[in-house]
């Protein structure tokens, strides 16, 4: 699933090949993808020149004239194409967007659980699944008393309330697993029982986690790539997640993987133990 290092780096990929494009015409293949009526989507944006490609968190915001935004959740598998012919786009492809220039802006979407929303530009910030969002790495309003507060609040294990979206948003699976390994957290450990010597690790951790991602272009596991169709380089730098049963870097135990909040999840059972 694109975390927020590999949406971002779509974002910046997107803004360089397609802003101040018009879009002169749209083809849903299949409706599913955009919430509401389908011609309402579509006479929203049609004629609409797109401004530029913004993000929160996970969600790519395309911000047209006329004070609209669409906001698009890539979700599992979700990836944009941009391509000069209609014939390059495969049956995966289930939106696309006929730009004044003659290209073509395609949406790709495996599985089928990607969602596009159009709204007025200054109610984003106000819709349901933004609106409930915590802060982001990164920004000035993620910081270690926020963060604190946030994880002192919950019970459930620390695994579980990073990857919810509230405390911290942009998290995904690969990530959390990265960082905890990097400020000796046990994945199963409650959220508001660490220690203070592990909430002044984990605050860094984080940024440093998703600063260093962001500069590699993401991670591709299995099939990422980034809007001109790069695969990140940051698995290359993984520590922890997808190395079970290597050496930990930093002690030498194998990297062991367990299931935590319904994910697989990886960690070093010397480095990171549950707290007395």
């Given at each position: 699933?694109?975390?927020?290092?590999?949406?971002?780096?779509?974002?910046?990929?997107?803004?360089?090949?397609?802003?101040?494009?018009?879009?002169?015409?749209?083809?849903?293949?299949?409706?599913?993808?955009?919430?509401?009526?389908?011609?309402?989507?579509?006479?929203?944006?049609?004629?609409?020149?797109?401004?530029?490609?913004?993000?929160?968190?996970?969600?790519?915001?395309?911000?047209?004239?006329?004070?609209?935004?669409?906001?698009?959740?890539?979700?599992?598998?979700?990836?944009?194409?941009?391509?000069?012919?209609?014939?390059?786009?495969?049956?995966?492809?289930?939106?696309?967007?006929?730009?004044?220039?003659?290209?073509?802006?395609?949406?790709?979407?495996?599985?089928?659980?990607?969602?596009?929303?159009?709204?007025?530009?200054?109610?984003?910030?106000?819709?349901?699944?933004?609106?409930?969002?915590?802060?982001?790495?990164?920004?000035?309003?993620?910081?270690?008393?926020?963060?604190?507060?946030?994880?002192?609040?919950?019970?459930?294990?620390?695994?579980?309330?990073?990857?919810?979206?509230?405390?911290?948003?942009?998290?995904?699976?690969?990530?959390?697993?990265?960082?905890?390994?990097?400020?000796?957290?046990?994945?199963?450990?409650?959220?508001?029982?660490?220690?203070?010597?592990?909430?002044?690790?984990?605050?860094?951790?984080?940024?440093?986690?998703?600063?260093?991602?962001?500069?590699?272009?993401?991670?591709t596991i299995r099939s990422y790539v980034d809007a001109m169709g790069h695969k990140g380089k940051f698995q290359l730098s993984?520590?922890?997640?997808?190395?079970?049963?290597?050496?930990?870097?930093?002690?030498?135990?194998?990297?062991?993987?367990?299931?935590?909040?319904?994910?697989?999840?990886?960690?070093?059972?010397?480095?990171?133990?549950?707290?007395?």
């Open positions: 699933m694109p975390e927020l290092p590999e949406v971002e780096t779509v974002r910046r990929g997107l803004n360089k090949l397609i802003t101040n494009r018009k879009i002169t015409a749209i083809e849903v293949r299949y409706p599913g993808i955009i919430v509401g009526p389908v011609t309402d989507f579509k006479n929203q944006l049609i004629g609409r020149q797109l401004l530029d490609v913004g993000r929160r968190a996970k969600y790519l915001l395309f911000n047209f004239d006329h004070d609209l935004t669409m906001i698009s959740h890539l979700r599992m598998e979700g990836k944009y194409q941009v391509r000069s012919s209609l014939g390059d786009f495969d049956k995966h492809v289930h939106v696309i967007f006929t730009l004044d220039d003659g290209q073509y802006l395609g949406y790709r979407d495996v599985r089928k659980f990607g969602k596009m929303q159009v709204v007025p530009t200054d109610a984003v910030l106000k819709t349901k699944s933004i609106a409930a969002l915590g802060p982001e790495p990164l920004t000035p309003e993620f910081t270690p008393a926020a963060l604190a507060a946030g994880l002192k609040r919950r019970k459930k294990n620390i695994k579980a309330t990073l990857l919810d979206q509230h405390v911290v948003s942009g998290l995904g699976n690969i990530y959390v697993d990265e960082v905890l390994w990097m400020a000796q957290i046990n994945p199963n450990e409650p959220a508001n029982n660490l220690s203070e010597k592990q909430l002044a690790a984990l605050y860094p951790a984080i940024n440093e986690e998703i600063a260093t991602a962001i500069k590699a272009g993401g991670t993984l520590k922890v997640y997808d190395q079970e049963g290597k050496p930990c870097v930093r002690c030498g135990q194998q990297i062991q993987k367990i299931k935590v909040a319904g994910r697989g999840t990886h960690f070093c059972p010397q480095c990171q133990v549950l707290n007395q």
